[in-house]
């Protein structure tokens, strides 16, 4: 077995996630990675050059002059695209065959190919065969390519197509990144950050494609709450992942994730924006003001963003709030938001009282009837945290957890959030354990040190930031423990968790 030293100034990190996906180099002294949304749409092969008609010709001009607009990379159903043809390869993991025997003009990623001639085309230049998938600002700049449908390749975290997410990988490694990829002769090493619900065969299936399409020098995989703790310089923790479909809910212990104790909920950032547009649309002087201007989901995750934010008591955000109304613009179009951006965000700590219908708009004759429910959680993200820490140890080791606390994720940027869950939690620790000297008398909340200035305003990127560090360390470091191409040439994807 052959050792390969990856050099420091050429690695990577991968994160990805259910809204949007991360790719940027090694770096703790700046922000270095780029973000696309976490969707692409399916892109058939050009037909073969035809003469047409004039008529087309006109036609086809008058599209171009159309300028292109953003799609919206909304959660209502997708539809699928059309199936590819039945001689197409599909993607498939075989751990008891040797990768190197596999037949070399195999299509496993997204149905994508790369002509083997060097003089036909730049070497990062995708040749489609049967299907491809495209992805950031080309989708946003293709038309055609989203009345096709939009495909989310990830459903609450975990892979739910696996051509479409290599697509997706393809994309923003190969055109996204500022720095091309060689794939013929790369010499960078990946590591990729996935949730803790990632099985045996997700991780094989991922290292497959970074080393037989993406032709990576070394790869590696960790988990995003390790690399969310790692980012804090801690090592024993609980991590409140609050991501856009799902929150994850992981207790880590001396660098060890309790997995029979992790929960996830079907609870995040799309439920609260789903809630606000519930409460927008009962808002009469919101929808007024709103005239002929669509409620997109891209205004709603704008308006959180920008504009909501958490209080301390839940019985507060039930009462209206009268003339106390804030100003917002959106596109040129100015709005004032009332008191629904207090109460979305109470979705995340009390989901089963979401669950009953706002009134109806009446001046804009405006229906939730027909909304999809805000959610289907049972438990909010306090009692959840709660269980996770009674289930993971003893009751003398519960401090640790309860000293350790870290709250990440899209939104977890929102005002107030830390706070009301602080008073949350201590209300069912201190009603539910008895008084003894185990008990812990507070909780105590992590954050990023100091020193790394650049990420001190986002502590939804401590994860990347993590990984960073941890890449760092795994690549440079003489123990080798990652992942080479003489590895998988020997052990085939099986190697990712056979030589850890």
């Known amino acids: 077995m052959t050792q390969v030293n990856p050099r420091e100034s050429r690695l990577i990190v991968l994160q990805t996630g259910s809204l949007n996906t991360k790719a940027g180099y090694v770096d703790h002294l700046s922000v270095p990675f780029v973000s696309i949304p976490s969707v692409v749409a399916f892109k058939p092969p050009k037909p073969e050059s035809q003469p047409a008609a004039a008529g087309a010709n006109d036609a086809t001009a008058s599209a171009a002059s159309t300028p292109a607009t953003a799609p919206s990379f909304s959660d209502k159903p997708i539809t699928a695209p059309p199936p590819p043809p039945a001689s197409t390869t599909t993607l498939s993991v075989d751990t008891t065959t040797n990768p190197s025997s596999a037949d070399p003009t195999l299509d496993v990623v997204g149905q994508l190919k790369v002509s083997a001639d060097e003089n036909a085309g730049s070497e990062n230049d995708v040749q489609p065969t049967a299907t491809s998938y495209i992805a950031g600002a080309k989708l946003a700049a293709d038309r055609d390519a989203q009345e096709g449908g939009l495909i989310r390749p990830l459903q609450e975290g975990v ?129 007024g003001e709103l005239g002929d201007v669509e409620l997109s989901d891209d205004l709603v995750r704008a308006i959180k963003e920008n504009v909501c934010e958490s ?7 039930l009462v209206p709030q009268g003339d106390d109304r804030v100003p ?111 008990q812990a008398k507070e909780i105590k909340w992590m954050g990023m040190p100091d020193y790394f200035t650049v990420y001190k305003d986002a502590p939804s990127d401590v994860t990347y930031l993590g990984a960073s560090i941890v890449a760092r360390v795994i690549f440079t470091s003489s123990a080798f423990t990652y992942i080479t191409k003489s590895d998988y040439n020997e052990m085939g994807p099986a190697a990712i968790y056979l030589k850890a």
């Open 311 to 317: 209080t301390m008591d839940r019985r507060a955000n």
């Open 159 to 287: 892979p739910a197509d696996w051509a479409a997410l290599a697509g997706l990988w393809q994309h923003i490694l190969l055109r996204e990144m500022p720095t091309p990829i060689n794939r013929s002769r790369n010499d960078w090493s990946l590591l990729l950050t996935v949730p803790v619900n990632w099985g045996k065969e997700d991780y094989a299936r991922a290292t497959q494609i970074m080393f037989e399409e993406l032709n990576f020098l070394a790869f590696w995989i960790v988990e995003q709450p390790l690399a969310a703790l790692y980012g804090c310089n801690m090592t024993t923790g609980l991590v409140i992942d609050i991501g856009h479909e799902t929150t994850d809910i992981t207790p880590i212990i001396d660098n060890s994730i309790v997995r029979y104790a992790h929960k996830t909920i079907p609870l995040g950032g799309r439920d609260v924006e789903m809630y606000l547009k519930r409460l927008l649309l009962a808002d009469s002087v919101f929808m």
């Open 328 to 438: 917002f613009e959106y596109n040129g179009k100015k709005f004032t938001i009332g008191a629904a951006r207090y109460r979305c965000p109470e979705v995340l700590f009390d989901p089963i009282s979401t669950l009953l219908e706002p009134e109806t708009s009446s001046k804009t004759n405006a229906t939730t009837a027909f909304l999809p429910p805000c959610t289907h959680a049972k438990m909010g993200i306090a009692e959840a945290c709660y269980l996770a820490v009674t289930e993971a140890c003893e009751v003398e080791r519960r401090t640790l957890l309860w000293d350790s606390l870290l709250v990440t994720g899209g939104s977890s940027a929102l005002k107030g959030l830390r706070q009301r869950l602080d008073r949350e939690i201590m209300q069912l620790v201190a009603a539910s354990e008895t008084s003894n000297e185990f």
